[in-house]
């Protein structure tokens, strides 16, 4: 019975004792990129798209979605637009 003690016993250190000993995961260097946007990732995805190469136009903190004046469900969707971007 003293055996079948002192192997739990030492089972028990083992085990507490791993996180101790085993080496922590190295932190990542750098954060990830984010992946450039692609014509597709449009919300919602159009059926087709072509780029314009000669089109420089660009979503920024200042840009403006309009919707139609009046119309409650349309200001829903440009608000949930805007959001989204």
């Avoid at 101790?20 to 260097?29: F, N, S, T, Y």
């Avoid at 780029?51 to 660009?58: L, Q, V």
């Avoid at 920024?60 to 009046?70: M, S």
Wanted: charged share 15%; proline share 12%; no cysteine.
């Amino acid at each position: 019975m003293r055996r079948r003690h002192t192997t739990a016993r030492l089972l028990a250190i083992a085990a507490l004792a791993l996180p101790v000993i085993l080496p922590a995961a190295p932190a990542a260097a750098t954060a990830p990129t984010t992946p450039a946007r692609q014509l597709s990732d449009v919300i919602p995805a159009p059926v087709e798209t072509r780029p314009d190469t000669h089109n420089t136009f660009r979503i920024t903190p200042l840009t403006v979605i309009r919707t139609t004046p009046g119309s409650t469900a349309a200001w829903n969707i440009g608000h949930q637009l805007a959001t989204t971007l």
